[in-house]
């Protein structure tokens, strides 16, 4: 059963919370959640592959910032970028969830329903 948006959210409350993830799941949507909200920015023929988190700080009451490497492909060349995934819950400006994507020099921040497909 694919992975939803309501359990992406649900686990990242849980991690606002304090509590600990018994799965990979939640990092491992970031690649796809990178190349939607890169597209159109990166260049044609680019892939994100491989998220590996090293780090997750709650930084606000209701923000995660999740800092590790990630795989990018670019025609067949693979390298080990630093990446970073700042989660923000601005939901009660009726905002909804906000990801800004910074990744190998690139940067973007999306509403978490314009990047997420299933």
């Known amino acids: 059963m694919p992975y939803t948006k309501t359990e992406f959210i649900n686990d990242f409350n849980d ?16 690649e796809h959640l990178a190349g939607v909200a890169l597209c159109g920015i990166h260049k044609q ?17 209701r923000q995660l910032v999740l800092k590790g490497k990630m795989w990018v492909d670019f025609n067949q060349c693979q390298s080990l970028e630093p990446c970073q995934f ?10 909804g969830i906000i990801i800004k994507v910074i990744i190998a020099g690139l940067e973007t921040e999306k509403p978490l329903d314009e990047i997420w497909h299933p």
């Open 15 to 30: 991690l606002i919370n304090g509590k600990k993830l018994s799965n990979s799941t939640f990092t491992g949507c970031f």
């Open 45 to 61: 023929g680019t892939w994100y592959d491989g998220f590996i988190c090293h780090k997750t700080e709650k930084r606000k009451a």
């Open 86 to 95: 700042i989660i923000t819950d601005k939901s009660s400006t009726k905002q």
